[in-house]
């Protein structure tokens, strides 16, 4: 028996329990995490081809390997190993394998559970045999199924893996053996981020003063309300103060014989917007009035258009126009006898009467 047969026989006892204390030594460090790359040992028993040497039934391996997972499931693996196949004579004719080669994996789980996987790859072979004139270099093809356990270890994350390995060797008329390998597998680490705690934070809560208080919940501030302690529910205007079901919009006025608003209504079509939108359920009518002036039939449609000027502002101002009407009521509704210019001019008016 040649002596190379020994080593590899060492190395298959040996690689696994070497990787098991790299594992528990590394694991003691707490400010590490588990990366997806790994690194494992196997050793096992080999099935060898027929057509080797005579006796050459089976044979020892082991190896090492170097792999990483990706968050598709597939990977890869750099892997070196070595076969010795006893031929059972006294001529020192034993056979030795030593294979570099790299395979595409794919995992069928997270590889933190159980996981089985399935390898496909190759690479170069170099077999030692006798005469040693005949070592040569050769090619090799391999495929691999296996088993990845969850880690059993809480220090070091130790796994186990089992795995059938084809491997096709090209070397002479080419050689086809079967592997049954078992071993131990450890993810590496990487330093892991460190988090600090904060200190748990008693948060007071303290009211500040902020001169904004609405005493009656009208939505008016005290500072503001002309009309304090209102009833819940009255309809208020921006002063905080309730108005008539009738309001006259004195300021709204149009150019003459037009429907064309002055700029100056702006403002008092400011307020009736402010009311509108306090109150979001009130409808109203935009009621439109004249002199005496003219025609009873032009005053009606002078007035009828006025008050649609009106409406038209209001709804550009973001009033809906289905809580609005506009009526036209011409001279039939004075305030006054229009019997001078002062009271005909108060009679050219603009009202916004509550319908609700």
């Known amino acids: 028996m040649r002596p190379g047969h020994h080593s590899i026989q060492q190395v298959a006892l040996c690689a696994p329990v070497f990787l098991a204390s ?11 995490e588990w990366e997806d790359y790994y690194l494992g040992g196997t050793a096992g028993y080999v099935l060898a081809d027929d057509g080797r040497a005579p006796d050459a039934d089976a044979g020892s391996a082991a ?3 170097f792999g990483r997972v990706f968050d598709n499931q597939f990977g890869f693996e750099v892997h070196v190993s070595g ?18 080669g790299a395979d595409a994996i794919y995992n069928f789980g997270d590889r933190r559970g159980w996981s089985p996987f399935a390898a496909l790859g190759g690479g170069g072979s170099y077999n030692d045999v006798v005469p040693s004139a005949e070592d040569t270099v050769d090619f090799f ?29 090209f070397f002479g008329d080419g050689f086809g053996d079967l592997r049954l390998m078992a071993g131990i597998e450890i993810p590496l680490l990487r330093p892991a981020e460190v988090s600090f705690e904060a200190p748990e934070t008693q948060i007071e809560i303290v009211e500040v003063p902020s001169g904004l208080q609405d005493s009656d919940g009208d939505g008016v501030i005290n500072e503001r309300d002309l009309c304090p302690n209102t009833p819940p529910g009255t309809r208020i205007d921006g002063d905080g103060c309730p108005f008539d079901d009738i309001m006259e919009l004195r300021g709204v006025t149009f150019e003459l014989d037009s429907a064309r608003l002055r700029p100056d209504a702006e403002t008092v079509l400011s307020y009736v917007v402010d009311i509108l939108q306090r109150n979001p359920d009130m409808e109203v009518e935009i009621a439109g009035h004249t002199c005496d002036l003219g025609s009873e039939a032009y005053n009606r449609s002078l007035s009828q258009q006025r008050a649609q000027s009106v409406v038209d502002h209001l709804q550009s101002r973001g ?5 609005m009407e506009a009526v036209g009521y011409g001279e039939s509704e004075p305030q006054l006898p ?6 005909r001019e108060r009679n050219r008016r603009v009202e916004m009467r509550v319908l609700n």
């Open 338 to 343: 229009n019997t001078s210019e002062e009271n």
């Open 319 to 323: 009033i809906d126009g289905a809580r």
């Open 22 to 32: 790299l594992a528990l030594s590394l694991g003691t460090a707490h400010a590490q």
């Open 141 to 169: 093809a391999n495929a691999a199924v296996g088993l990845v356990s969850p880690a059993f270890t809480d220090i070091g994350q130790l796994r186990v893996r089992a795995e059938a390995r084809y491997v096709h060797d």
């Open 63 to 65: 190896g090492v390997y």
């Open 83 to 100: 076969d010795g196949f006893e031929t059972g004579t006294d001529l020192g004719s034993d056979l030795y394998r030593y294979l570099f």
